[in-house]
């Protein structure tokens, strides 16, 4: 599933939303003063994401549980979306009926968050370290550690960014398997261009000249990622950025763009029908194309691959962007509620049986390490063999900045320097410095 649009809510548009929200998901109100109630029971207000199988799966977690815990009680229910799902979140927080915990929070939101106190450190709990080795996950979580030094949100899911590469047209330029580095890359649009002309394109996508926030985690994080072996980019409220990686990522895009390897205008599925070889590719694709483009079989129509990376670098070492979500515990919680919710947490991610049925039910791969050679996810790899790249590419994806400015700095990155190399506005050593001078000057 692909949540992609994050909304930075204004202060205004809270207080207008105060009276819509405050109603229908309780909060903490049933607990107000203590955590439990005269019967002793804790009731912990549970927000599932806007999804069907993500709310049906915690709900079953909840009633396994529940069985187990006679002193604690699970409310679950779906955040609402309207107008989006943060809001829904900013607006509980001011009228103070926040629930206990909700999953579906990406780490640039989790930073608005944490800067206003909303969130509890999860470290600070008991039980948390727990839950981070029992679920083998030290290696997945270690990038969500916040410039403070604290872990707030827990991954739930993390899906590596792949690329996906048009396996039967890049074999009858001569290719059994997809190149991995940019200079072999471009040397393949060369021979593409050759045999058809305007017919094809490397890169088909019209968000490539879209300054949309999101949109540069699907092209310039993924490349930026690659070719720095990883770096945050921005941590905190530090401009952190590779330079050397940076332009050589811009670089190769304008070489795609100087070869007319690039079509950056609306083509409906470009990939889907050939008219480009090369585009991300995230798990929740494979729905569509079974139902849509039951022609594209893995390994034999198409390949998923890590993104490329400069000539010289192991290929091995590539990273990628981790679109990812997780849960929070909020701070308006009493004692007694955050104490059980980590239990819960502790429960569920105890049992790796668990983290398969959530796999199996979502698509979505668990935040863990072992995904890809744990038994316990084998049937449903076997079942879904174009989700092993996934599993194993988990530890290897790089989540969101935490900054609560994300939208904006991520808008700078498109509209100062990736937008204008794939329009041939700018060369890319000096999008990457007005870009720097922009993030620098938005984050002081």
Same mark, same amino acid.
């Given at each position: 599933?692909k949540?992609?649009?994050?909304?930075?809510?204004?202060?205004?548009?809270? &207080?207008?939303?105060?009276s819509?929200?405050?109603?229908?998901?309780?909060?903490?109100?049933?607990n107000?003063?203590?955590?439990a109630?005269?019967?002793?029971?804790?009731?912990?207000?549970?927000?599932?994401?806007?999804?069907?199988?993500?709310?049906?799966?915690?709900?079953?977690?909840?009633?396994?549980?529940?069985?187990?815990?006679?002193?604690?009680?699970?409310?679950?229910?779906?955040?609402?979306?309207?107008?989006?799902?943060?809001?829904?979140?900013?607006?509980a927080?001011?009228?103070?009926?926040?629930?206990?915990?909700?999953?579906?929070?990406?780490?640039?939101? $989790?930073?608005?968050?944490s800067?206003?106190?909303?969130?509890?450190?999860?470290?600070?709990?008991?039980?948390?370290d727990?839950?981070?080795?029992?679920?083998?996950?030290?290696?997945?979580?270690?990038?969500?550690?916040? &410039?403070?030094?604290?872990?707030?949100?827990?991954?739930?899911?993390?899906?590596?960014?792949?690329?996906?590469?048009?396996?039967?047209i890049?074999?009858?330029?001569?290719y059994s398997?997809?190149?991995?580095?940019?200079?072999?890359?471009?040397?393949l649009?060369?021979?593409?261009?050759?045999?058809?002309?305007?017919?094809?394109?490397?890169?088909?996508?019209?968000?490539?000249?879209?300054?949309? &926030?999101?949109?540069?985690?699907?092209?310039?994080?993924?490349?930026?990622?690659?070719?720095?072996?990883?770096?945050?980019?921005?941590?905190?409220?530090?401009?952190?950025?590779?330079?050397?990686?940076?332009?050589?990522?811009?670089?190769?895009?304008?070489?795609l763009?100087?070869?007319?390897?690039?079509?950056?205008?609306?083509?409906?599925?470009?990939?889907?029908?050939?008219?480009?070889?090369?585009?991300?590719?995230?798990?929740?694709?494979?729905t569509?194309? %079974?139902?849509?483009?039951?022609?594209?079989?893995?390994n034999?129509?198409?390949?998923?691959?890590?993104?490329?990376?400069p000539?010289?670098?192991?290929?091995?070492?590539?990273?990628?962007?981790?679109?990812?979500?997780?849960?929070?515990?909020?701070?308006?919680?009493?004692?007694?509620q955050?104490a %059980?919710?980590?239990?819960?947490?502790?429960?569920?991610?105890?049992?790796?049986?668990?983290?398969?049925?959530?796999?199996?039910?979502?698509?979505?791969?668990? &935040?863990?390490?072992?995904?890809?050679?744990?038994?316990?996810?084998?049937?449903?790899?076997?079942k879904?063999?174009?989700?092993?790249?996934?599993?194993?590419?988990v530890?290897? $994806?790089?989540?969101?900045?935490?900054?609560?400015?994300?939208?904006?700095?991520?808008?700078?990155?498109?509209?100062?320097?990736?937008?204008?190399?794939?329009?041939?506005?700018?060369?890319?050593?000096?999008?990457?410095?007005?870009?720097? %001078?922009?993030?620098?000057?938005?984050?002081?």
């Amino acid at each position: 599933m692909k949540k992609r649009v994050p909304m930075v809510l204004s202060v205004a548009l809270m &207080a207008g939303l105060l009276s819509a929200c405050s109603t229908g998901q309780g909060g903490q109100t049933a607990n107000e003063g203590g955590g439990a109630a005269a019967d002793g029971v804790t009731t912990i207000e549970f927000w599932a994401a806007p999804n069907p199988t993500q709310q049906a799966f915690w709900q079953e977690m909840a009633d396994a549980y529940e069985a187990q815990n006679d002193s604690v009680r699970i409310n679950v229910s779906a955040i609402k979306e309207s107008p989006t799902s943060e809001a829904s979140i900013q607006s509980a927080l001011a009228a103070k009926s926040a629930p206990t915990m909700s999953e579906n929070i990406n780490r640039g939101f $989790a930073a608005q968050l944490s800067n206003s106190q909303a969130l509890v450190a999860l470290d600070t709990l008991e039980g948390f370290d727990e839950i981070v080795q029992g679920r083998s996950m030290s290696q997945t979580i270690e990038p969500w550690t916040f &410039a403070d030094g604290h872990q707030y949100v827990l991954p739930i899911y993390s899906n590596p960014m792949l690329f996906g590469w048009r396996l039967d047209i890049i074999r009858d330029l001569g290719y059994s398997e997809p190149p991995q580095t940019y200079g072999e890359i471009i040397e393949l649009t060369k021979k593409l261009k050759a045999e058809h002309g305007d017919k094809k394109y490397l890169w088909a996508k019209p968000d490539l000249a879209d300054p949309t &926030a999101w949109k540069r985690w699907f092209d310039f994080y993924m490349l930026y990622n690659a070719a720095s072996g990883g770096n945050k980019f921005i941590e905190g409220d530090a401009f952190t950025g590779d330079e050397k990686a940076g332009v050589e990522a811009l670089s190769f895009v304008d070489d795609l763009r100087k070869e007319n390897g690039l079509l950056a205008r609306q083509v409906t599925d470009p990939f889907e029908t050939g008219t480009g070889v090369f585009t991300d590719v995230g798990p929740w694709t494979f729905t569509t194309w %079974a139902e849509k483009y039951p022609d594209l079989k893995y390994n034999e129509t198409y390949a998923l691959t890590m993104p490329p990376v400069p000539d010289g670098m192991d290929p091995a070492q590539s990273k990628t962007f981790a679109d990812t979500k997780g849960l929070v515990i909020y701070a308006s919680a009493t004692k007694e509620q955050q104490a %059980a919710a980590i239990d819960f947490i502790k429960w569920v991610y105890g049992d790796a049986k668990n983290d398969a049925a959530w796999f199996e039910k979502t698509n979505l791969p668990p &935040a863990r390490d072992d995904l890809s050679t744990n038994e316990s996810f084998q049937a449903v790899l076997d079942k879904s063999p174009q989700l092993k790249p996934y599993a194993e590419n988990v530890p290897n $994806a790089v989540p969101p900045m935490d900054n609560a400015k994300y939208n904006d700095l991520q808008t700078i990155i498109g509209t100062e320097a990736f937008n204008k190399v794939v329009k041939g506005e700018i060369a890319p050593a000096e999008g990457w410095a007005a870009m720097k %001078a922009a993030l620098e000057k938005a984050l002081n």
